[in-house]
């Protein structure tokens, strides 16, 4: 029986040059336009206003440690009881 010699092969590197190339830099000029945004309506026509509310958030959700859901729930519930949201 014969025994089969792996055969290694040397890896061969190959240098390769580094070609940059120059760009112009192009400067382009924007007009400095002054436009006024006009506010845009609430998403889905609901809006909240907090102007001039004295409540601290320990009022609105309490002393204890709570989950984003249920400060989710206890804020819409003092929305409606005090009478925040507009059409």
Do not use: C
């Not at 924007?30 to 006024?36: G, H, N």
């Not at 845009?40 to 609105?60: H, P």
């Amino acid at each position: 029986m014969a025994k089969k010699r792996a055969v290694k092969r040397k890896a061969t590197k190959t240098k390769r040059k580094a070609t940059k190339t120059k760009r112009k830099a192009t400067k382009t000029k924007r007009k400095a336009t002054k436009t006024k945004r006009k506010t845009k309506k609430a998403f889905g026509g609901y809006s909240i206003s907090f102007k001039n509310r004295d409540e601290s958030l320990e009022q609105v959700f309490g002393k204890a440690n709570i989950a984003p859901s249920e400060m989710t729930k206890r804020l819409w519930k003092f929305i409606k009881k005090k009478g925040l949201g507009h059409k």
